[in-house]
T-cell receptor, first 111, second 115 residues
C-alpha cells in the first residue's frame, strides 16, 4: 500500500463550482501535511500547509482528520486558472522527515 | 532570487551512455532531494542529502549515484542509462530536514529520454 493515496481524477468541473479532494496517509505518526500544486510540465509549488484546526486561504480550505488519517482540500468558486494537479504531501513520523508525495489529483475547470 | 536551478532542462541519451544532472540552490538550505516523476506514479524519491557530506538512498535508487558537492550543489549521475530511466527529474531543497513545517522548493525539472 502506498503511503499517501489520492484519487487521480480527473475532476472535471465548470467555473464557479465547488470541488473537494481527499488524501489518505498510512503512517499514523505523520506530523506535517501540505497541498502542492503542479501545473502541466512545471515543478510542484506549495499551495498551503494543513494545520490540525483546519485553515483557509481565500477560496481554498484545508482540513486534517488525524483519527481517520486523511486530509482534504476544498476549492470554492473554481476558476479556469485552478486547472492543475494537486499533490498531497506528508512529512514526519517514525523518524522520517522526508516529504512523501501522493500521485496527485488532476483538476480541469471548464467554461 | 534563483531558488533551485537544475541543468539541463532537456536531454536525450542513448542506452548505455552516462550523464550527470546538476542542481544548485542559493537559499542556504541544509537538505536536498532528487525525485523522479512518471505518469501515474507521482514523485518518487531517488536519493536525498540531509546535510552537507551525507547522502542516503530513497525509494528508487538503483541505477543512480549522487554527490553532495557542497552545501549548494547536489548532483545525480546515471552511469549507464536505460530506457526505464526515461522520466522527469526534479531536484528539491528544504531548510532543515527536521523542521517539518518548512516548504520544499523545486527546480524546473529535467526531461530525460533514453532511447
Amino acid at each position: 500500500r502506498k503511503e499517501v493515496e489520492q484519487d487521480p481524477g480527473p475532476f472535471n468541473v465548470p467555473e464557479g463550482a465547488t470541488v473537494a479532494f481527499n488524501c489518505t496517509y498510512s503512517n499514523s505518526a505523520s506530523q506535517s501535511f501540505f497541498w502542492y500544486r503542479q501545473d502541466c510540465r512545471k515543478e510542484p509549488k506549495l499551495l498551503m500547509s494543513v494545520y490540525s484546526s483546519g485553515n483557509e486561504d481565500g477560496r481554498f480550505t484545508a482540513q486534517l482528520n488525524r483519527a481517520s488519517q486523511y486530509i482534504s482540500l476544498l476549492i470554492r468558486d473554481s476558476k479556469l486558472s485552478d486547472s492543475a494537479t494537486y499533490l498531497c504531501v506528508v512529512r514526519g513520523g517514525g523518524g522520517s522527515y522526508i516529504p512523501t508525495f501522493g500521485r496527485g489529483t488532476s483538476l480541469i475547470v471548464h467554461p | 532570487n534563483a531558488g533551485v536551478t537544475q541543468t539541463p532542462k532537456f536531454q536525450v541519451l542513448k542506452t548505455g551512455q552516462s550523464m550527470t544532472l546538476q542542481c544548485a540552490q542559493d537559499m542556504n538550505h541544509n537538505s536536498m532531494y532528487w525525485y523522479r516523476q512518471d505518469p501515474g506514479m507521482g514523485l518518487r524519491l531517488i536519493y536525498y542529502s540531509a546535510s552537507e557530506g551525507t547522502t542516503d538512498k530513497g525509494e528508487v535508487p538503483n541505477g543512480y549515484n549522487v554527490s553532495r558537492l557542497n552545501k549548494r550543489e547536489f548532483s545525480l549521475r546515471l552511469e549507464s542509462a536505460a530506457p526505464s530511466q526515461t522520466s522527469v527529474y526534479f531536484c528539491a531543497s528544504i531548510n532543515g530536514i527536521t523542521r517539518l513545517n518548512t516548504e520544499a522548493f523545486f527546480g524546473q525539472g529535467t526531461r530525460l529520454t533514453v532511447v
